[in-house]
């Protein structure tokens, strides 16, 4: 019995910092707090893409994008887009009187989940109404489009899965305004 009383009296007589149940108590509040200091230093030193620091001038710029989708639906256009290998191909048509053939086209490809992965590519003219412009890197999977002219007075915009085979059609309607 004496050696299970000095293992006792020995266990009693060492000093705080070499308790285990000193270290287990304070294990987790420590943790608790090391895991609050880096939660606000990474929340302090990253900036937040959704938040938006002057409303009022994203709530004007709305305007702006309306008037857009109301003249591709003024001008009756519609967009066929086709992919090829590395390079896409979109053929503009209008139904209105007045022809639109611009330069070019500035196509926009915004990746649902990854802002990172967002494009855009620029298409020349070819022929009348049909332009072409080269992919970089890979673009498999769904995508939201965004068809403009070099001016950007009118837009239009779609969603589409690549690669395609039969072809995405893009069309200004009434969806696209509100």
């Known amino acids: 019995m004496s050696d299970t009383a000095n293992t006792h009296s020995d266990e009693a007589n060492r000093p705080w910092y070499r308790q285990p149940w000193f270290w287990f108590l304070v294990l987790f509040p420590a943790m608790s707090i090391t895991y609050c200091i880096i939660a606000i230093t990474i929340a302090l030193n990253t900036q937040s893409s959704m938040v938006v620091d002057d409303y009022s001038k994203e709530g004007l710029g709305i305007n702006q994008s309306m008037a857009r989708y109301v003249l591709a639906s003024d001008l009756g256009l519609e967009a066929r887009i086709r992919q090829s290998q590395r390079q896409l ?90």
């Open 89 to 178: 191909e979109v053929t503009l048509e209008s139904s209105a009187a007045t022809a639109v053939a611009p330069e070019y086209l500035v196509l926009q490809l915004f990746h649902p989940t990854l802002g990172k992965e967002d494009r855009v590519i620029q298409l020349r003219s070819v022929s009348p109404g049909l332009y072409r412009g080269q992919i970089a890197g890979n673009i498999d999977g769904r995508w939201y489009l965004d068809l403009s002219g070099p001016s950007a007075d009118w837009r239009i915009k779609g969603e589409g899965r690549f690669p395609v085979e039969s072809g995405i059609t893009l069309r200004p309607d009434d969806s696209d305004r509100g």
